[in-house]
């Protein structure tokens, strides 16, 4: 705590000099010592540095097996320290044991790596994403504490979905080619990750680790409304045929994004949970909606602008500040970018040059008056 601002509060009236005195010995009594912890930290890591160098060295002498039985005997070891100390970390030093799981997940997944290298194997990269999560997902779910796991849980979900959707080949994308099955397969797995959302909100506020849930609702929406932003551009470039584009695939995801904004708003009722329900909703029916307008450059710029003005409406039903900015900035836009579309041939000339400049700031205004007078206080948790 900076004694300069102890001393303004004091000043202004906010704090009496008991308060301050307390402040002072409370600090002083949990302050670190920020010098000696870099000091060791620069010394770990020049020790594993070099325990790294030495191995490196002389990693084709260490036999394969070896090499794996090490590697399995680091993770048991840590995993039983987890399991011994878990709880107790958890209760003091919550960060410490969210620092043992993300290394914890990374050696396991670094795991399924080194037996490929040493036996000589090769597979889909989703199918040892996909036995990692089964095996260290629960793990992340039960134990994760703050972004970090969430970060890294939500990331290998949309990595090995979007792989395995690779994976089946450019026949989904084609109208004539397309199997039926497989295109419905690949578009419930990669909607997955839009459950995650639910799953967050529903335990959030029954669980003590609200920061973790709380990211990966959010991670969760993100991901709904980035791919409705993304089927919304798709649709102004080319008409949606069959395939992943079909209208049997846009209404599998929509339905599943109308699901998850029920099961959200069920499970966290209140302005938050409704407008998080409702924005989930709504990336459901733009999906549908992007099929019927695909083709239309004017109709899906539209369509996007009133996804993100829907967003923004439930940003200030729910007091969400940072978000209902972020909707009229992506708003301004895309609305700029729509002007050129519709206008190409407005960058031809000087005068087109100072039409288009005139317009961007008069759009760049417009979004700086709206998003100040009309965003709501910052919220502090929702």
Known sequence: ??????????AAGLIDRETATRIRAWEAA??????LWAAIGIGALAIGLGI??????????????????????????????????????????PWELEAALFVLAILGMAFFGHIGQVYQTSSPLWQPLATWLALFGPLLLLRGQSWATAALLFGTILYTVWDYAVAAGPRLFDAQQADVLLVARVALVTALPVLLAPLGGWMRGRSTRQSFWKRLEQLGLAYAVGGASLVTIIAG??????????????????GI?????????????????????L??????????????????????????????????AAALHAGW????????????L?????SFELASDLLTSGFGLIMAGLLILAIAFAAVRISRTFAPPKEDEQ
């Open 52 to 93: 790294i160098s030495v191995v490196a060295a002389n990693w084709e002498e260490v036999p394969g097996t070896l090499r794996l039985a090490l590697h399995l005997l680091l993770m048991a070891g840590l995993g039983g320290f987890l399991a011994l100390r878990g709880d107790a970390l958890e209760r003091d030093h």
């Open 237 to 254: 470039v080319e008409h949606f045929g069959g395939g992943l584009l079909g209208i049997a695939a846009q209404s599998e995801r929509g």
């Open 321 to 332: 500040r940072g978000v209902f900015q972020l909707a009229v900035a992506v708003i301004a």
């Open 334 to 338: 895309r609305l700029i970018v729509l």
């Open 1 to 10: 705590m900076s004694e300069r601002k102890l001393q303004a509060w004091q």
């Open 257 to 277: 994004a109308l699901v998850a904004g029920a099961l959200v708003a069920w499970a966290r009722p209140g302005r938050s949970g409704q407008a998080a329900g």
């Open 30 to 35: 949990h302050s670190r010592p920020l010098g």
């Open 279 to 312: 924005v989930l909703a709504g990336a459901g029916i733009v999906c549908f909606l992007a099929f019927l307008l695909s083709g239309s450059q004017a109709g899906a710029g539209i369509l996007f602008m009133a996804l993100w003005v829907g967003i923004a």
